[in-house]
């Protein structure tokens, strides 16, 4: 079992600037693929990006050029980086963990709000 926990989220005003961190309960990056997801009121939960074991990135074709995911792993964390933050931003960011193995497990955090205010 891996237990992921998200913080940074908040309150923030339009064209700020965000870092999400997510910290795995146990060292996992060697084996999982890390990604970010959002959930925006009375949407589906879409993914951001995804950091694969060996540090290569991937985006969802919207988030390209303001989201910046990254790993630091004496710290054992994940960062997602957002610039240039606009309302439409606004969701519950998700963190997940999800096993090589395609039939291996897959972990959700709890969720960080990023609330974004013109």
């Known amino acids: 079992q891996v237990q992921l926990v998200e913080s940074g989220g908040g309150n923030v005003q339009a064209g700020d600037s965000l870092r999400l961190s997510c910290a795995p309960s146990?060292?996992?990056?060697?084996?999982?693929?890390m990604g970010w997801y959002r959930q925006a009121p009375g949407n589906q939960r879409e993914l951001v990006a995804t950091m694969s074991p060996t540090g290569t990135t991937n985006y969802a074709s919207d988030a390209k050029g303001r989201f910046t995911i990254s790993r630091d792993n004496a710290k054992r964390t994940i960062y997602l980086e957002v610039d240039k933050l606009v309302p439409e931003d606004t969701a519950v960011y998700y963190c997940n963990a999800r096993h090589v193995v395609m039939s291996g497990p897959s972990y959700w955090g709890q969720g960080t709000q990023v609330t974004v205010s013109s």
């Open positions: 146990r060292s996992i990056f060697s084996i999982y693929i």
